[in-house]
C-alpha cells in the first residue's frame, strides 16, 4: 500500500513533466491535438463525476459544456477582454444552469433520469439554435477577438498555439485536481455510497436529493469551463456544442478510458482524437473505421483501456506479494 501510495504521486509528476514539454518537440498541428484531448478529457471527467461516482448518466452534459462556451464568448463580447472573468462567468453560469435543471432531475432514477437530461439538452440546443440575437443562430458567435494574458512582467497573446496549449494545461491540471480532491473527500465517499446503496444513505440520515444535485452543479460547473476552453479554441461558439452526440462523446471517452479510473477519461480522450485524426488522414469513410475500431476496444478492454490495464497491473502485484 505504502509503494502505490507513493508511486501515484510519482506518476502524475512525470505527466505533468512530458506534457510541459511536449510542444519543445511537438509540430504545431500536434500540440493543437493535444490542447483539444485536454479540453474534452475535462469535459469528460465532469461526465465521470456524475456516472463514475453516483451512477447517473447525464446525456444533457452537452448543455452545460456549451453554455460555457456560450457565456465565455458573450463576456468576451460584451464585458471586456478579461480570461480570467470570461471562465468565471462559463463557470458560475453553467453552474447555476445546473443547478436549475439538477433541482428537477435528481429527483429521479437511471434511465429517467437520463431521458430527462437528454431532453433538457436538446432545449437548450433548441434555443441556442433559434435565438439568434444572442447566440447567433446557426452561425454561432464567432466574431470576438481572443484576450491577452496578463501575467506579471508581461502580457502574452493566447493565440499562439503554444501558449494557449499551456493555459489548456494548467487550466485542465487544476480542475483535474479538484475533481481529485472532491472523489476522495467525504462527499466523494457518499456519492459512491449513493451509488451502491442509496437506501442505505438515507438510512444514515443524509439527504440523497442534496448530494446528487450538489454533484451536478459541480459537473456542470467543471463543464462549463471546458465549453469556454473550447470555444477560445475553436473561436466560435456553436450550437453544436449543446447538442446530444457531445454528451454521447463524453459518454464514449469515459468508457472507452475506464469510468472507476479517475484518468480514465483523459486516455480515452487522447485514444479517441488521435485515432479519428490518424484515420481521417487516409480515408474518408473515417467514420466507419473510427466505429469498428472503438467497439474493439470496448469489447477486449471491458473496464476500459486504463481500468483494465490497472486491473491486470493490480493481479501481477498481488501475484508476486508473499
Not at 446528487?212 to 456542470?220: K, Y
Amino acid at each position: 500500500m505504502r509503494n502505490r501510495s507513493f508511486g501515484y504521486p510519482l506518476l502524475i509528476v512525470l505527466l505533468l513533466g512530458c506534457l510541459f514539454t511536449l510542444p519543445l518537440f511537438l509540430s504545431t498541428y500536434w500540440v493543437l491535438i493535444v490542447t483539444e484531448i485536454l479540453t474534452m478529457g475535462l469535459f469528460a471527467m465532469s461526465f465521470n463525476l456524475l456516472f463514475g461516482n453516483t451512477g447517473l448518466l447525464s446525456f444533457g452534459q452537452a448543455g452545460f459544456f456549451g453554455a460555457g462556451a456560450y457565456f465565455a464568448v458573450l463576456c468576451l463580447l460584451h464585458l471586456g477582454q478579461s480570461l480570467w472573468l470570461a471562465l468565471l462567468c462559463a463557470c458560475l453560469g453553467a453552474a447555476v444552469l445546473a443547478l436549475i435543471i439538477g433541482w428537477l432531475s435528481v429527483r429521479l432514477d437511471e434511465i429517467y433520469f437520463a431521458i430527462l437530461t437528454l431532453g433538457f439538452g436538446m432545449m437548450l440546443f433548441t434555443v441556442a439554435h433559434n435565438w439568434r440575437s444572442v447566440t447567433g443562430g446557426s452561425d454561432g458567435l464567432g466574431n470576438f477577438a481572443l484576450p491577452s494574458l496578463n501575467l506579471v512582467f508581461t502580457n502574452v497573446s493566447i493565440g499562439h498555439p503554444r501558449h494557449f496549449y499551456y493555459l489548456v494545461l494548467v487550466v485542465a491540471t487544476l480542475g483535474m485536481f479538484f475533481l481529485r480532491r472532491i472523489t476522495r473527500s467525504p462527499f466523494g465517499l457518499m456519492l459512491r455510497a449513493t451509488r451502491e446503496n442509496s437506501n442505505r444513505v438515507a438510512f444514515v440520515g443524509a439527504d440523497l436529493r442534496t448530494v446528487r444535485l450538489l454533484a451536478f452543479v459541480l459537473a456542470g460547473a467543471i463543464a462549463g469551463i471546458a465549453g469556454a476552453l473550447f470555444a477560445l479554441f475553436n473561436r466560435i461558439a456553436s450550437p453544436e456544442m449543446l447538442h446530444w452526440s457531445f454528451s454521447g462523446k463524453a459518454v464514449l471517452m469515459t468508457i472507452l478510458g475506464g469510468s472507476g479510473v479517475f484518468l480514465g477519461p483523459v486516455v480515452g480522450a487522447a485514444i479517441f482524437f488521435i485515432l479519428e485524426h490518424w484515420i481521417t488522414s487516409f480515408t474518408n469513410s473515417w467514420m466507419v473505421f473510427l466505429g469498428a475500431i472503438l467497439v474493439f476496444l470496448v469489447l477486449l478492454f471491458p473496464k476500459g483501456v486504463l481500468g483494465t490495464l490497472m486491473a491486470w497491473v493490480d493481479r501481477v502485484r498481488k501475484g508476486k506479494t508473499p
